[in-house]
C-alpha cells in the first residue's frame, strides 16, 4: 500500500506526540505535581492512532479511564488537555473533570470514562441517535479487554447489532485489567470471538503497527458507514506501564516488562519508516524536539492558568436552573 | 371538559411533541407493538413507525444510550419497565446521565426523558412495587417529576421534553387508569411550582402521586371533624416548591409529609428538615411524616396493605400533630 | 430666686395636678406670662408667671397630685445655682400603668419545671414577641408542651394587664366626676320615673320671650321645689341627716371639653325669667371657656340635665351627691297626639325623667313631682 510521506508522517508525529504528552503527565504525577489518578497509554498509541485517522471531524468516540490518546488523536488542543490535568479553569472541563473525563464534544470525543464499559451505551445511543437522523456519522468505542466482560459490552453488542448501528467496537486488550491477567478472567482468549455470539464482525489484529490499525480500522469504519452495521475490532497490545502511575506492579514481573519494551510500537514504526526513506535521523531529532517543545510550552500554559474559584464548583449541574441549591 | 385517563393524558402529551418535534423518539421494553404494559403508547401506535420501538431487555444501554443519543442531538424517550429496574441498569442513570454535563465542565445538553410506572398494584411484590424517587433527589443530576393526575401528567411531560437536562419521571401504576379533567388546548406546568390541591387552615399536607388522592381523601373525613386540611402536591421533587410548602406552614403551624416510598430515610425527610430549618419560629409541633414500613414489599395483599400507608394513616399524623 | 408654689384656687381645694407646662427648664419667662395650667376637683385654670427670669428648675410632674403650697419650679437667674428645696415633691401615684417596654424579657427555662420548659418554636415565638414568661403558662400539649393555643389563653386572661394600650393619665376634674358619681351610684338607691310632657305651647312661649328653654324649666322647677321642698335637700347618709334648703339653687349641666361640669344659679325662686337665662348663659359660658370660678360651681340643691339637643329622649341621670333628685329633659319631637278624645293633632313633646334617691323619696312623690312640672309647662300661665 503506498502511502505519501506526508500522511505517514501525520501518523508518525501524532504517535510522539502522545507518547511525550503521557511521558510528561507520569513526571509531573511522580513529581506530586498532578492531583488524582494517571493512567498511561504509553505502548498503546499506535492504536488511536491508527483508527482515528480513518475517522472525520464530525464522527465520535468514546473513551475509557486510559484516554488522553484518543483525545489527542482526534484533534484535541494539547494545553487544555495539560490544564485540564492540571485542575485549571482553561482545561477542557475546567478543572471539574480531570483526566478520567476529559471530553471534547465539539470535536465528537464523548469523553473518557472512569467506570469501566461506561463509554459503551453512550456510543450505542450516539449511533442511535446519528440512525434516528439519517446521518453519515459512525461511533468508534474504545474499551479494554475488562470491559468486555461487564453487563455493558454485552447488551450493547446486542443492542447495536440488532439494530445495525453504525458503531466500531474497538477493544484495546493490553493483557491486563487493572492487577489481574485476561487470560486468567476471561473465557476466551480472542475477544473477537464474541462477536460471533451477537452476528458481528469480529477481528483481532496487532495492536503495535499503526499501519496494520489503520488499514483494518478504514475497513470496518467504511462498512459501518455505509450501512453494514457494528463490528468488534480486538487490537492486540501491552500494557506497559502499570495500571496508573505509581502502580507498585506487583502482578509481574520486570522482566516481562523489558522484553516488550524491545518491540515497542514507536521504535517498530521508525525503524520501517527509516527503512522506507520516508524518515532520515534530522527529521526524526526534530519531531521529537518540537512535540517535547510542545509539551513544555503546555505544561508551561497549564501553570499559569487561573484556578477555579469555589463558587466554581455550583455551576454546569444543569442548562436552566442551579440544580442544587434546593 | 373532556375527562381522560392518566395513561391517555401521558400519551397525549408524547405525541403532541413527537409531532412537533422531530427529535424526539421514544423505546424500551413493550412498547412499540403493545403500547406499553400500562397502555401509555396505545395512542402512538402505528403513528410514528420509526420513532418507536421495542428494545431487549437491557437496562444499561437503554438508558446509557439515551444519553448517548441526546449527545448527538436527539430528544429520547427511554422507558423503563418498572421503577424497580432503574437498578439493573444504574450505572448509566447515576454515574453517567447525572455526572457527564458537569464533569465536563458544561459541554452538551442532556436533553433526554425517562420515564415509567412505579409504587404499588396487585400483590406485585418485592421487586415490582418500588418507589425509589429519593435516590434521584439525593443524587444531584437529574430532574425528578411525579404527576398525579392526568392534567399533571400531560403538563409535566410537555414541560419536559423541552427541558434542555436530563428529566425522569414517576408515573404510579396505579393511576394510569384514573380519569381527570384535560383541557384541550395547549398548556405546560413549569417544574418547581407545586399544586394546592386543596385549601385548608389547620394542617399542611405535602404529598405526591398515589398519596395524593389518599391525602384528598383523609381531608375530607377531616373536614367532617371540623379539622381543615392543605394538601400540597409537589408534582416535581426536583425542583421543588419550598416556597409554596413555607408559606402554607406559615398559615397553619402543622405539618404532614407523606409518601409511599418507605419513611426511613425518604424524601419527606429532605421536605421536614429543610422546613423545620427555615420555618422553625412557625412549628407548633414537631413536623410527622407518613411513609411505608421499612420493609421490602410482601406478596399477600393483607400484609401489602398493613406496610403501605393510606388515608387513614393521614388521618393519623394529622391528628397527632393538632393534638 | 422665686419659689413656684401649687396655687389655691377656692377654699376648699387642697391638692391639684399640674395639666401642663406651658415653659421648658432653661427657658425665659416674663411676670404675667402663662407658665402652667393647674386643675382642681372643681375646675383647671391656667396660672401666669409671678415673676421675671430663667425658669430654672421645674420639681412638680405633670399628672401628678401635687399638695397646695408645694414647690413645683424655681425661677431666677441663668446659671444661678438652687439650693436644696426643703420641701421634696412627692407625687402620688394615681394609675399603677406599666409602660410598654419596661415588661422584663420573657424567660425561657426556669428551674421549676424539672429544668425545662417545654415549649413549641412557634409558642416561643409569640410569647417572645409578646414579651411573656413562658415559666407562667401552662402548657396543654403533649409532655406538658406549651403550645400556641396556650399562649393564646394566657393572653387573654392578663389582658388587662399587658394588653397594648394608650395611657392617659385622668385630669383632676375627670378624676372627681368619676368619683363623685362612683360615690352616688353605690350609696343612694336611684330609680328614674318618666313622663311623656307636651311642650308646644311653651316651647312658643319660651320664643316669645326670647329665652332657652333651659331657663323656662329652671324657672317652672324652682316653683315645683318650693312647693315639694323634700326634694330641694341634700342627704347626709353617714349622720342620716336630710337637710332641707330654704335657698333653691339650681345645678346645670353644662358639658365642655375637659368633662362635666355644673355651674349653678343661686336663689332661682328669686329671679325672673329673663335673668335665669342671662345667668344660665354666662356662667354656661365661662365653663366652657374654662374661666369660671369655683363658687359657681358648687352649692346646688337641685340639679337639671338637658340631653335634648342629642339624640336622646329617656334617660337615667345619675344624681349629684349629695343632693337626693335630678331631672333630665330628652329630645323634643314632633309626635301625632289625640286631643279632645278623638281628634289628632301634631304637638311637640319629650320626656321628662326624674332620677331620685328611694331612701328619701318615694314613688308617690317623685309622681306628684312629674306631676305638678308637667302641668306646669303644658299650662304656661303669664310667668
Not at chain 2, 465542565?105 to 433526554?112: A, D, E, N, S
Not at chain 3, 401649687?6 to 415653659?23: A, Y
Not at chain 3, 401628678?64 to 444661678?80: C, D, H, Q
Not at chain 3, 310632657?197 to 323656662?216: H, R
Request: charged content about 30%; glycine content about 8%; aromatic content about 8%.
Amino acid at each position: 500500500m503506498a502511502y505519501s510521506k506526508d500522511f505517514l508522517l501525520n501518523l508518525y508525529k501524532t504517535i510522539v506526540r502522545i507518547r511525550n504528552f503521557e511521558l510528561m503527565a507520569e513526571k509531573l504525577f511522580l513529581e506530586g505535581e498532578l492531583p488524582g489518578f494517571i493512567h498511561l497509554y504509553i505502548g498503546e498509541e499506535s492504536i488511536a492512532t491508527g483508527v482515528i485517522a480513518n475517522l472525520r471531524k464530525d464522527d465520535f468516540i468514546t473513551s475509557t479511564h486510559r484516554g488522553h490518546g484518543h483525545m489527542i488523536a482526534k484533534g484535541a488542543d494539547i494545553n487544555r488537555m495539560m490544564a485540564e490535568l492540571f485542575g485549571r479553569t482553561t482545561g477542557y472541563c475546567k478543572g471539574k473533570g480531570g483526566s478520567m473525563h476529559i471530553a471534547d464534544f465539539s470535536i465528537g470525543v464523548l469523553g473518557a470514562n472512569g467506570v469501566v464499559g461506561g463509554g459503551l451505551p453512550i456510543a450505542v445511543g450516539a449511533g442511535l441517535g446519528i440512525k434516528m437522523k439519517k446521518g453519515s456519522q459512525v461511533v468508534v468505542s474504545f474499551f479494554g479487554d475488562g470491559a468486555s466482560n461487564t453487563g455493558a459490552f454485552h447488551e450493547s453488542l446486542n443492542f447495536a447489532s440488532v439494530y445495525k448501528l453504525p458503531v466500531i467496537f474497538v477493544v484495546e486488550n493490553n493483557k491486563f485489567a487493572s492487577t489481574v491477567r485476561t487470560k486468567d478472567t476471561t473465557s476466551v482468549e480472542n475477544i473477537s470471538d464474541r462477536a460471533v455470539g451477537y452476528g458481528i464482525l469480529g477481528i483481532t489484529i496487532d495492536g503495535n503497527d499503526v499501519i496494520t490499525v489503520y488499514e483494518t480500522a478504514k475497513e470496518i469504519i467504511k462498512r459501518a458507514r455505509e450501512g453494514g452495521g457494528p463490528s468488534l475490532l480486538e487490537v492486540k497490545t501491552y500494557r506497559i506501564k502499570g495500571h496508573f502511575v505509581g502502580d507498585p506492579e506487583l502482578y509481574r514481573n520486570k522482566k516481562e516488562v523489558e522484553e516488550f519494551w524491545l518491540n515497542e510500537p514507536i521504535k517498530k514504526f521508525e525503524k520501517r519508516l527509516m527503512e522506507a526513506k520516508m524518515l532520515n535521523e534530522t527529521e526524526k531529532n526534530k519531531i521529537w524536539e518540537d512535540s517535547e517543545k510542545e509539551i513544555k510550552e503546555a505544561v508551561k500554559f497549564a501553570k499559569e492558568s487561573p484556578i477555579p474559584k469555589e463558587e466554581d464548583a455550583l455551576t454546569d449541574l444543569f442548562v436552566n436552573d442551579s440544580g442544587y441549591d434546593y | 371538559m373532556r375527562e381522560i385517563t392518566f395513561a391517555q393524558a401521558l400519551g397525549e402529551a408524547i405525541f403532541e411533541e413527537m409531532e412537533k418535534d422531530p427529535t424526539i423518539f421514544t423505546y424500551g421494553e413493550d412498547v412499540a407493538k403493545q403500547g406499553g404494559i400500562f397502555g401509555a403508547y396505545k395512542s402512538l401506535l402505528g403513528k410514528f413507525p420509526e420513532r418507536i420501538f421495542d428494545t431487549p431487555i437491557s437496562e444499561e444501554v437503554i438508558y446509557g444510550s439515551a444519553l448517548g443519543a441526546a449527545l448527538v442531538g436527539m430528544r429520547p424517550i427511554a422507558e423503563f419497565h418498572f421503577a424497580d429496574f432503574l437498578f439493573t441498569g444504574i450505572q448509566s442513570i447515576t454515574l453517567q446521565i447525572e455526572k457527564i454535563r458537569y464533569m465536563t465542565g458544561g459541554q452538551g445538553k442532556l436533553h433526554l426523558l425517562l420515564r415509567g410506572p412505579d409504587g404499588i398494584s396487585n400483590s406485585a411484590a418485592a421487586q415490582h412495587s418500588e418507589s425509589i424517587e429519593t435516590i434521584f433527589m439525593h443524587i444531584p443530576g437529574i430532574k425528578v417529576i411525579i404527576p398525579s393526575t392526568p392534567y399533571d401528567i400531560k403538563g409535566l411531560v410537555k414541560t419536559a421534553l423541552r427541558e434542555d437536562d436530563p428529566v425522569i419521571c414517576f408515573e404510579h401504576k396505579m393511576l394510569y387508569k384514573t380519569k381527570g379533567p384535560v383541557p384541550e388546548k395547549e398548556y405546560l406546568i413549569p417544574f418547581g411550582v407545586a399544586d394546592i390541591k386543596k385549601e385548608g387552615n389547620d394542617v399542611t399536607v405535602v404529598t405526591m402521586s398515589r398519596m395524593v388522592h389518599e391525602s384528598l381523601k383523609a381531608a375530607e373525613e377531616l373536614e367532617h371533624k371540623g379539622i381543615g386540611v392543605e394538601v400540597i402536591d409537589l408534582r416535581t421533587l426536583v425542583p421543588w416548591d419550598k416556597k409554596t410548602v413555607i408559606e402554607s406552614v406559615k398559615k397553619t403551624n402543622h405539618l404532614v409529609v407523606a409518601h409511599e416510598t418507605w419513611k426511613r430515610a425518604g424524601w419527606g425527610a429532605e421536605i421536614a428538615s429543610v422546613v423545620q430549618e427555615e420555618a422553625f419560629d412557625y412549628l407548633d409541633a414537631p413536623i410527622i411524616r407518613v411513609g411505608g414500613k421499612n420493609v421490602p414489599m410482601p406478596f399477600n395483599s393483607l400484609l401489602q396493605d398493613f406496610v403501605t400507608p393510606n388515608y387513614k394513616d393521614i388521618i393519623k399524623a394529622a391528628k397527632k400533630v393538632l393534638r | 430666686m422665686y419659689e413656684i408654689k401649687m396655687p389655691r384656687f377656692g377654699l376648699t381645694m387642697e391638692s391639684g395636678f399640674i395639666e401642663k407646662w406651658f415653659k421648658e427648664e432653661g427657658e425665659e419667662v416674663k411676670e404675667g406670662e402663662p407658665l402652667l395650667e393647674v386643675s382642681s376637683e372643681k375646675i383647671t385654670n391656667e396660672v401666669a408667671s409671678p415673676a421675671s427670669g430663667t425658669l430654672l428648675k421645674i420639681m412638680g410632674k405633670e399628672k401628678e397630685e401635687i399638695k397646695v403650697g408645694t414647690v413645683i419650679a424655681i425661677i431666677g437667674k441663668e446659671g444661678e445655682k438652687i439650693e436644696k428645696i426643703k420641701e421634696k415633691v412627692e407625687p402620688e401615684k394615681i394609675v399603677e400603668t406599666i409602660e410598654r417596654g419596661e415588661i422584663p424579657p420573657a424567660k425561657v427555662a426556669l428551674p421549676e419545671r424539672d429544668g425545662r420548659i417545654k415549649a413549641s418554636p412557634l409558642a416561643k415565638n409569640i410569647a417572645r414577641e409578646k414579651n411573656l414568661d413562658l415559666s407562667q403558662i401552662k402548657g396543654t400539649g403533649p409532655d406538658g408542651r406549651i403550645e400556641k393555643k396556650d399562649v393564646l389563653v394566657y393572653l387573654s386572661s392578663v389582658s388587662g394587664k399587658k394588653v397594648e394600650f394608650k395611657i392617659e393619665k385622668l385630669s383632676g376634674l375627670r378624676r372627681t366626676i368619676a368619683e363623685r358619681l362612683s360615690k352616688s351610684f353605690h350609696t343612694a338607691v336611684t330609680l328614674t320615673n318618666t313622663t311623656e310632657v307636651d311642650f308646644t305651647e311653651f316651647k312658643k312661649l319660651m320664643k316669645e320671650n326670647n329665652v332657652s328653654i333651659t331657663s323656662g324649666l329652671v324657672f317652672v322647677l324652682s316653683r315645683v321645689l318650693k312647693e315639694l321642698n323634700k326634694f330641694n335637700a341634700h342627704f347626709d347618709s353617714d349622720k342620716e341627716e336630710l337637710r332641707i334648703f330654704n335657698d333653691i339653687n339650681i345645678g346645670i349641666a353644662v358639658d365642655t371639653e375637659k368633662g362635666l361640669m355644673v355651674p349653678v344659679i343661686k336663689d332661682v325662686d328669686k329671679l325672673n325669667l329673663k335673668t335665669i337665662n342671662e345667668q344660665i348663659k354666662k356662667l354656661a359660658g365661662e365653663a366652657r371657656n374654662g374661666i369660671i370660678s369655683e363658687d359657681d360651681i358648687k352649692g346646688s340643691t337641685f340639679t337639671l340635665t338637658n340631653l335634648g339637643m342629642m339624640r336622646t329622649e329617656i334617660f337615667t341621670p345619675v344624681i349629684n351627691p349629695p343632693e337626693v333628685a335630678i331631672l333630665g329633659i330628652g329630645r323634643i319631637i314632633k309626635k301625632p297626639v289625640i286631643i279632645d278624645e278623638n281628634k289628632i293633632s301634631i304637638r311637640e313633646l319629650a320626656y321628662l325623667s326624674l332620677s331620685y334617691d328611694h331612701r328619701i323619696i318615694d314613688g308617690a312623690d317623685a309622681a306628684k313631682f312629674l306631676e305638678k312640672l308637667a302641668q306646669l309647662i303644658e299650662n304656661p300661665g303669664p310667668k
